[in-house]
Nanobody
């Protein structure tokens, strides 16, 4: 069982930045591919970014490419999401997720463990 705890959300003006963190309670963090997803009110949970267990491969949703950066520190069992040039459309609850298997994924159903989420609100 892996427990994931997100932090770093908050209220920011459009054009601003936030850095989300996700702390994992496992000694084998480097055996999990990781992802960030988000869910806005009334909408389905959507893929944001994913990273392979070594950090060598990353994937991004088109809507965040060039603005968001996913990274991980396997020595500290922590996943990050650096969000720059934020827009009101980025407002959502952001979730980190971990998956077993062989590769990072954009698919929601591929992930085995989820955090409780952290709210990000971008004002115009």
């Amino acid at each position: 069982q892996v427990q994931l705890v997100e932090s770093g959300g908050g209220l920011v003006q459009a054009g601003g930045s936030l850095r989300l963190s996700c702390a994992a309670s496992t000694r084998t963090f480097n055996s999990y591919d990781m992802g960030w997803f988000r869910q806005a009110p009334g909408l389905e949970r959507e893929f944001v970014a994913a990273i392979s267990r070594s950090g060598s491969t990353t994937y991004y949703a088109d809507s965040v490419k060039g603005r968001f950066t996913i990274s991980r520190d396997n020595a500290k069992n922590t996943l990050f999401l650096q969000m720059n040039s934020l827009k009101p459309g980025d407002t959502a609850v952001y979730y980190c997720a971990a998956k077993n298997g062989l590769s990072a994924s954009r698919r929601y159903h591929d992930y085995d463990y989820w955090g409780q989420g952290t709210q990000v609100t971008v004002s115009s």
